[in-house]
């Protein structure tokens, strides 16, 4: 039986390949690689010459079974993407449960990750974190999405492109409001900056920002749960989220689901 290496890549710097990332991508039988023609660049890199088959997210079903054939005939198999770690917002998931009904052993070659990396350097808290990944195309989607995970008392990462970068900060201060925000950008890179400020200040400068973006938000604050908010007045209550930069509207909706009652209640108490 042969074996399944999980090998990271750079995510921008050449240089970020570990020895043993390198021993392995040389003893292997087999490489498979989200693009091969973006792995081969790599290789020709380190100079390494093996045979080539693509996996990614458009063959991956068909691709496991090839695969498994191979491991089972003796091939050791490592597996790359065309930056960081395979698994993490690539394809790897597949072909590791496979593996593991089929008693496959697996062995993880660590290297560069992007969340890794844009978190440790962000200044936001590193104990606990929660990341999303990419947010889900469909407003609606996105937008519950944020819902779940705004009273999280943990920093939160997600990975962006581009184009979605402001669409996303925009959505960000609509549920999350006034908190504070890094963009780690072109982690690894000649251009790498991290633009940190709350999401007024990340707003105005984004506008043709180019690169690759890792978002992180702060966490939510300790007590933003807990606090009975009935042991306020309601003018009191409305001010809190008015410093945020919320709009009435909004300020009225989540004034309502802190004291649990109905937003048309808070509406008349305001109009006495
Ligand atoms: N597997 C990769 C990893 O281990 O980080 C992630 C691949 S995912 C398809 C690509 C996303 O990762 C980009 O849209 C960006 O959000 C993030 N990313 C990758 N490389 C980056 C870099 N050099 N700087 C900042 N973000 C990066």
Sequence with gaps: MGKLYIVATPIGNLEDITLRAINVLRSVDLIAAEDTRHTLKLLNHL???KPLISY???NEELRVDLLIEKLKEGQNVALVCDAGTP???DPGEEIVRKCIEEEIEIIPIPGACAIIN???CSGLDTKEFIFI???PLNKKSRKNKLEEIKNA???IIFYEAPHKLKITLLDLKEVIGKRKIVLARELTKIHEEFIRGDIDYILSKVDNIKGEMVILVEKAEEDNNDFDYNNISLEEHYKIYEE??????EIIKRIAKDRKVNKNEIYKEFLN
């Design 153 to 155: 008392k943990k920093t």
């Design 87 to 89: 698994g993490i917002c």
């Design 133 to 135: 990944g990419f947010l």
């Design 47 to 49: 100079e390494i010459s």
């Design 118 to 120: 844009a978190l440790v």
């Design 56 to 58: 990614h997210r458009h």
């Design 244 to 249: 945020q930069g919320l709009d009435k509207k």
